[in-house]
């Protein structure tokens, strides 16, 4: 059975910065994509950025230059780095691998 944790989410002011953390247990995990996904109530869930086995990377056109998605495969773990915070970024964060979902993390930004 595949688990994920995130951790990392919080209060933060408008500029600021966040880093996310996906832990999974189970395995197989180099050689998938990893996905970060985001979610606000009433709203479809949004794909943030993927990174596939090999490192490659692709962003959401509103977080491109501003986040940063990394992998640790020896430590079965993804990152979201957030830079440049502005309210329109608040939301639950969940990452995503294969069919299986984190609980989610608040991110919420003052303005």
């Known amino acids: 059975q595949v688990q994920l944790v995130e951790s990392g989410g919080g209060l933060v002011q408008a500029g600021g910065s966040l880093r996310l953390s996906c832990v999974g247990s189970?395995?197989?995990?180099?050689?998938?994509?990893f996905n970060w996904y985001r979610q606000a109530p009433g709203k479809q869930r949004e794909l943030v950025a993927t990174?596939?086995?090999?490192?490659?990377?692709n962003y959401a056109d509103s977080v491109k230059g501003r986040f940063t998605i990394s992998r640790n495969n020896a430590k079965n773990t993804v990152y979201l780095q957030m830079n440049s915070l502005n309210p329109e970024d608040t939301d639950v964060y969940y990452c995503?691998?294969?069919?299986?979902w984190g609980q989610g993390t608040q991110v919420t930004v003052d303005p």
């Open positions: 995503n691998f294969r069919s299986f």
């Open positions: 990174v596939t086995s090999g490192g490659n990377k």
């Open positions: 189970g395995t197989f995990f180099n050689i998938y994509p």
